[in-house]
């Protein structure tokens, strides 16, 4: 009954194809969806400057790895990850006039590669990684400036080029070069803790203020937080401040390779001895009550917590413990409403052959994310709309007066719902000049017809809350 009223209405009401529809995710309900990470180390924010080639790829492979393929993504979404951190260090190849501007090339191969996992339905985190280590300018009074200058740069330019790319994509303030022992020195605990630590809470709030003002869908993106020094006890002190946020779509980001004496050393150094086992009920609670201060800290205050990075990177290792610690790392921060992202530089999944190096590994995962029962993407449905107008005029060919002058305009409404395919519709109605005065107000009539209307077009869309893009 409804299909005939549409295009009458919209003959009346052409406007009504320039609404967006959106589902009002809240952060924590993004990050469910989010399951299991995993990181693209080594790849994108590879620097040096022993680096002589002048195209990213050259940069992309020069740690080891070889060029990401859609293949190699693909291939990594069917071990059960939804989401996937890609590290960039965007100096690389930049321009050096002082401008900060960021290589377009470079730019271009990033977003291929987020095109690939958007693609795969994986979830996008994409951050400024150590980036050849200028970040200590910022704790230098004499270098400040610039450095704020640079980062401002940085994101500004990152944020204009994803401004239409929608939740999918989620934007990481910086990796976990937030703390600064010049300042304050977390191991002897001497310097000026306050000074440290705000300087942090400054670049990030800076971070929050450039995406928010650079407009489009930025304005509501999700927002990823580092924690100081990305460390859970040095986070979860209350001298770091969760940025202010209009939205209130912020996450903090901390990492977690304890003991580093197991997950990192390979052999003994003079600041620790190398483990090779891990698993006690001793070792198993402490990492269990860390996550914990992060669930009392943020997640209980409605502030999302994702592990950007965890993992074993040490070769040495009893499998058994390796196997262990990954399982409870990636079980136990689910359990608590946390997304956990595996650190990968090229130890786990080998993106030539496009598997695990250990099966054990890859079917770990897989079975952890089945456990979840998550659904493929509930992606925003939007709408947008192109028109063109023609006008014609009726002639006497007598008197050559004028008849009469039509115009009508035709609207290509595109309609997305992921993961199912597009829908386009073209309607062709004559412009009317009698539009309500307070175009907003129809939202609610719109938003009823779209519900009725559109489910017979295409049943599996779905149609959230209107929000007007005039």
């Known amino acids: 009954m409804m299909k005939p009223f549409l295009p009458l209405f919209l003959w009346y009401y052409p406007w009504a194809l320039t609404f967006r529809w959106t589902q009002a995710y809240s952060s924590q309900e993004l990050l469910h969806e989010m399951g299991i990470g995993w990181n693209l180390g080594n790849t994108l924010e590879a620097f040096g400057d ?12 020069a740690w080891g790895n070889p060029v990401t393929t859609e293949a190699m993504i693909q291939a990594v979404r069917g071990y059960g990850f939804r989401t996937v951190r890609i590290p960039v260090a965007w100096s690389n190849l930049m321009e050096k006039d002082g401008t ?25 985190i994409l951050n400024i990684h150590y980036d050849g280590g200028w970040w200590t300018q910022f704790a230098d009074d004499t270098t400040k400036e610039e450095a704020f200058r640079k980062y401002k740069r940085i994101w500004e330019q990152v944020a204009e080029y994803y401004r239409e790319y929608d939740e999918h994509l989620i934007f990481e303030s910086l990796n976990e070069e937030g703390c600064f022992d010049t300042l304050w020195n977390r191991y002897s605990m001497t310097g000026d803790k306050g000074k440290a630590y705000g300087l942090l809470n400054q670049i990030n709030q800076t971070f929050v203020e450039i995406v928010r003002e650079s407009g489009g869908r930025n304005t509501e993106r999700h927002l990823l937080l580092a924690g100081y020094c990305t460390d859970i006890d040095l986070t979860v002190d209350w001298t770091y401040t969760v940025p202010q946020d209009s939205q209130q779509r912020v996450m903090v980001s901390v990492h977690y390779y304890t ?50 990075e965890f993992g074993v990177t040490a070769s040495n290792k009893d499998p058994e413990s390796h196997y262990l610690f990954l399982r409870t790392v990636t079980e136990y921060a689910l359990e608590l409403g946390i997304c956990p ?23 770990l995962f897989q079975e952890i994310d089945q456990s979840l029962n998550l659904p493929p993407f509930t992606i925003i449905t939007t709408t947008t709309a192109t028109a063109t107008t023609a006008t014609t005029t009726t002639t006497n060919t007598k008197n050559k007066t004028t ?40 939202a609610p009539i ?11 077009v295409s049943p599996e869309l779905q149609i959230f809350n209107i929000s007007t893009t005039l």
């Open 259 to 308: 003991p580093s004496s197991f997950t990192l050393l390979e052999e003994d150094a003079d600041w620790g001895k190398a483990e090779t086992y891990w698993g006690s009920t001793t070792e198993i609670n402490y990492l269990k009550s860390e996550f914990n201060k992060l669930k009392s800290r943020f997640v209980d205050q409605g502030i999302p917590v994702i592990i950007g």
């Open 403 to 442: 008849i009469a002058t039509a115009t009508t305009t035709t609207t290509t409404a595109i309609i997305k719902s992921s993961p199912t395919p597009t829908t386009t519709t073209t309607t062709t109605i004559p412009n009317n000049n009698s539009l309500p005065t307070s175009i907003a107000s129809m």
């Open 100 to 124: 900060y501007t960021i290589n377009a090339l470079l730019l271009k191969r990033v977003e291929e590669v987020v095109g690939y996992a958007l693609k795969h339905q994986l979830f996008v």
């Open 50 to 61: 022993w680096i002589t080639g002048t195209t990213p790829q050259a940069y992309e492979t």
């Open 446 to 456: 719109v938003q009823r017809i779209m519900d009725l209307y559109l489910p017979m």
């Open 341 to 363: 992202i595996v650190w990968d530089h090229g130890q786990y999944f080998n993106r030539k052959a496009l598997t695990f190096k250990d099966p054990t590994i890859g079917k």
